[in-house]
């Protein structure tokens, strides 16, 4: 189990957390998900076989916002 904390633009209030914390939620791999519109931070425990910190950022940056 890998731990991060990934600094974003973008998110303006918790409807946009909310979408991150869904977006990533659904990803294989992804065992929690905490997105925060104020510190700008998603910290996430993600199986590190299943999945990598690049498609995490990706998804991310799908939805539009920033990772930096
Ligand atoms: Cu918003």
């Known amino acids: 189990m890998?731990?991060?904390?990934l600094t974003t633009k973008g998110m303006h209030c918790g409807g946009?957390?909310?979408r991150i914390e869904q977006a990533l939620g659904h990803l294989d791999g992804v065992r929690q998900?905490?997105?925060?519109?104020t510190s700008q931070q998603v910290e996430l425990a993600f199986d590190e076989a299943t999945l990598d910190e690049a498609t995490i950022r990706s998804r991310i940056e799908a939805l539009g916002f920033e990772v930096v």
């Open 2 to 5: 890998e731990q991060t904390t």
């Open 16 to 18: 946009c957390a909310s």
């Open 33 to 37: 998900v905490k997105a925060d519109h």
